[in-house]
């Protein structure tokens, strides 16, 4: 097992973002934006900076964090946007040695119910994705994000059954501020210790992550294991089921990605993600010791 991170959340930029992943002992990076811009948007020039600043450090892109049928697309609206950052994304993971890319299913559709989302259109879609990325060498992950795989584990499970060759990246917080669609209304939120027992078997990588939901239903992100998330019990569970794949920090603490509000100063930004990281290793170190 080895440990990474959305590293755009200690810095802007790539030397920042390799500053936090060495002063933690670290050498991979879940690559996702630079300089604000996503890896598969930002310039030629902007690109060869990031892999001459990568190759010098001695640090690898492990995973690329891209925005691939994400949140943001709609199934309603031509797959275009997407399709182009895929192929984007191919030469330029090729080029970093990178293998897994994070992607996801699509906007969930707010007007209709949870058995009319256009499941088949989804499913075609994300095959023809797969397929890119798998006949270039690469692995396509889905994340259980603000998508139609992430309405509940069920869904998740019917999209990998449905689009063979794709994985999972489980991300333990995702759960605890999404509703619960294999539930009848009104909805609880999702409970991460049962949505990862139902996936577990099809998980190839892992985001941490973890938060609480307020009772004016506003989500409060939390360092790992003081949350929701279940973010103990389920790395408990995944060394003691010899996984050996990645875990990745996604604080949330200091910046959210898709939340321009949230804002911070440089250095507490910096010295975020790192505390973040190392109270994951300090988590890591006593369940190894106390099982």
């Not at 996936?199 to 004016?216: C, N, Q, S, T």
Request: one cysteine or more; a negative charge; aromatic letters at 8%.
């Amino acid at each position: 097992m080895y440990l990474t991170g959305f590293a755009d959340e200690a810095a802007p930029d790539i030397e920042g973002q390799i500053r936090a992943t060495k002063t933690l002992g670290w050498t991979n990076i879940e690559s996702r934006a630079v300089d604000g811009q996503n890896l598969h948007d930002v310039s030629d020039e902007t690109f060869e900076r990031v892999c001459a600043a990568l190759g010098a450090a001695g640090v690898t892109v492990n995973c690329f964090g891209s925005a691939i049928c994400n949140w943001g697309k709609k199934i309603t609206e031509p797959d275009d946007a997407s399709l182009a950052e895929t192929r984007r994304a191919i030469p330029r993971m090729r080029r970093l040695g990178t293998r897994l890319v994070r992607i996801m299913s699509y906007a969930v559709l707010k007007d209709r119910g949870p058995d009319d989302q256009m499941e088949a259109e989804r499913f075609r879609r994300l095959r023809e994705h797969v397929k890119l990325f798998r006949d270039a060498g690469l692995q396509p992950v889905h994340e259980n994000c603000m998508n139609y795989g992430g309405m509940g584990w069920t869904y998740t499970l019917r999209l990998l059954e449905n689009v063979p060759g794709l994985e999972l990246v489980f991300d333990t917080g995702n759960p605890v501020f999404t509703d619960d669609y294999t539930k009848p209304a009104p909805r609880p939120k999702q409970s991460a210790w049962e949505f990862y027992t139902h996936v577990r078997e099809r998980i190839a990588y892992v985001h941490i992550k973890d938060g609480v939901v307020e009772a004016d239903g506003k989500t409060r992100f939390t360092f790992p294991g003081e949350g929701a998330g279940d973010v103990r019990r389920i790395v408990a569970d995944l060394l003691r089921r010899g996984y050996d794949g990645g875990l990745s920090i996604e604080p949330h603490l200091a910046v959210v990605a898709h939340d321009p509000s949230v804002t911070s100063e440089a250095d507490v930004r910096f010295n975020n993600y790192v505390e973040y990281g190392r109270r994951m290793m300090r988590m890591i170190e006593e369940i190894r010791k106390t099982g």
